[in-house]
């Protein structure tokens, strides 16, 4: 199956390979403005809290901050705020580390990342749920992301909600492109007119982006 939005400003969810829309992904009615907060980026300090995926017959699970944990981290819940699992992520140079654990137990699984690809094993064993961004469309908008999901696992060591959540973690937790000045047009500016200060600025801004491409590259 996929996540995302199958076509540009399009309806984010869940949907097959024939197109057809499995859930849907949505802010949580109490906390307005929520999709545009993670578009701008600002979810990591912002005090919005919750996504929700809902099927035809209604809601599945919802996936928010941990805020127990010092690094973007969260946990999944039931429709009826069971603690299904957390994803915990310490945030590393060049890629996350990310246990996942079972309600509030001990971690159970981890997400190991390996030229892209992205898989949920069991600790010390096999991989539960294995996913990759396959389309990355514009600018630094996750929304415009898309990433293809498999499902292995039927040992019920985890909550299958909590493997389908594994692409919204990576998404969010997964390394940004540049949001200030990504069109060098501030930069171009000041390199008409002040050169020195314009070309320092360009010089930065190459190399932030050379930072930000390679850790999307092992990511």
Known sequence: ??????????????????????????????????????????????????????????????????????????????PEGEHLGTYLCDDGVLRDEILVREEATAPVAEVETRRRLHQLRELHGPPMATCKRVLDRVGDDPLQEVWWLQVHDDRDILDRRVLLALPLVCALTGPMKRSVGPDGVVAGTLLLALPPVGLALLLVEGAIDGWYWLRRQLT
């Open 1 to 78: 199956m996929f996540v995302g939005a199958p076509l540009v400003d399009g309806a984010l969810g869940y949907w097959d390979v024939d197109d057809r829309q499995l859930a849907r992904i949505e802010s949580d009615e109490d906390t307005p403005g929520l999709l545009e907060d993670f578009v701008a980026g600002l979810v990591l300090s912002s005090p919005v809290h919750a996504w929700r995926i809902s099927a035809s017959d209604g809601p599945v699970f919802s996936i928010g901050l941990y805020e127990a944990a010092d690094d973007p981290s969260f946990r999944i819940l039931s």
